[in-house]
């Protein structure tokens, strides 16, 4: 801050926000009607850059040192508000917590403003997604398994539909935003297992565009791995040991279709899904398909165990390493039970398919 602005702030106290800094980001703002909300986070990305408190009239002010657009999101107790801001910008931002809190203004920055238009699609998707994971736990209430597990499909059927929309929106958003961080933070808001084509596409076209930003520079990262997993590319190798200790690689199993299951003898939604997995396989094993377990398991008798009473009589491997094995990375497995299939060219053609969805998908492609 140069000294007259120094001057200004300490004698009669508006300075700060009337002299830019072309080397700083300046956001002051007021929270009206917050509750019990005293405090306003910062964060770019994940990573929390700094909090400031609400003055007795409910107005905050933070200043950072900038040389570059910064994409921040203000967090004001549950609600998160995103914005853009150059260097040289002082933005004034506002919302009111208790009549429309999903709502904000923004004044003194383009691109927030710009950004500030994608919020309602993506307000959208939020409560699209919320409303089907209510819906979907109250309809689950005294259903057997199998009726779950149809439900689940149903669910899931709907959502890839609802995000599909999303997506579609979000990238015509990215499309005419192409140049800035507002069109970033809508392709940023994808799911990837609805818009891994979409994603890569994206990151394809931003060349060098925001090198210098370590958000960017991250979401690149996350595809560039993502891509490496996207349907059409080359399934990373498996080698493990079957409980009697041979030596089993994926690509023995080349000229067939193949679901590799990963999976564990102490995940609950594994073995509940074993059943439909065999009553798969035993239906489409003689057409040149077969299924290889990936176990994630540490121990070998728990695992030799579940493998002999869920009658998984296919090729069953392990590296015995669990959340530590290196297929955990390869795959970027978060969560199991998770799965790919791979075509007789060992080629990813399928991913995550469970329940009817995986029984439709074999029957599309054997047939």
Do not use: H
């Not at 392990?318 to 497995?333: C, E, G, P, T």
Request: charged letters at 25%; proline letters at 4%.
């Amino acid at each position: 801050m140069n000294k007259f602005c120094v001057f200004l702030f300490s004698i009669v106290g508006i300075g700060l926000w009337g002299c830019s800094n072309k080397e700083t980001i300046a956001i002051s703002g007021e929270i009206l009607n917050p509750g019990n909300v005293k405090v306003v986070a910062f964060y770019e990305g994940d990573r929390k850059l700094d909090s400031v408190f609400l003055s007795d009239q409910n107005k905050f002010k933070f200043e950072r040192a900038a040389t570059q657009p910064r994409l921040l999101t203000l967090e004001v107790g549950k609600n998160r508000y995103p914005v853009i801001i150059s260097p040289g910008e002082n933005l004034i931002f506002s919302s009111d917590l208790q009549n429309s809190p999903e709502t904000y203004q923004v004044d003194g920055s383009e691109l927030s403003t710009v950004l500030r238009g994608f919020a309602p699609i993506k307000q959208r998707k939020e409560f699209l997604e919320d409303s089907l994971q209510g819906d979907f736990v109250k309809r689950m209430v005294n259903k057997t398994e199998a009726e779950i597990e149809s439900l689940r499909a149903d669910y899931m059927a709907q959502y890839r539909n609802e995000m599909a929309s999303f997506t579609q929106q979000a990238t015509a958003f990215a499309k005419v935003n192409k140049d800035n961080l507002a069109g970033f933070y809508a392709m940023s808001s994808l799911d990837p297992d609805v818009a891994e084509n979409e994603l890569i596409a994206y990151v394809d076209g931003l060349g060098e565009n925001f090198s210098d930003n370590g958000t960017v520079t991250q979401f690149k990262e996350e595809v560039a791995k993502l891509r490496k997993l996207a349907i059409g590319q080359p399934a990373p190798e498996i080698v493990a040991y079957t409980p009697d200790n041979k030596t089993v690689k994926l690509s023995d199993f080349k000229g067939k279709y193949v679901l590799v299951d990963f999976w564990a003898s102490w995940c609950v939604p594994c073995r509940k899904e074993n059943p439909n997995i065999v009553r798969v396989y035993n239906s489409y094993k003689d057409k040149n398909f077969t299924v290889l377990g990936v176990s994630l398991d540490n121990n070998p008798g728990s695992w030799m165990r579940a493998v002999e009473d869920d009658k998984l009589t296919w090729t069953n491997i392990s590296d015995l390493k669990a959340w530590s094995s290196d297929l955990v990375i390869n795959y970027r497995i978060k969560a199991i039970p998770a799965s790919v299939i791979v075509d007789p060219a060992g080629n990813i053609v399928g991913k995550n398919l469970r329940g009817t969805d995986l029984e439709t998908f074999l029957k599309q492609t054997l047939n």
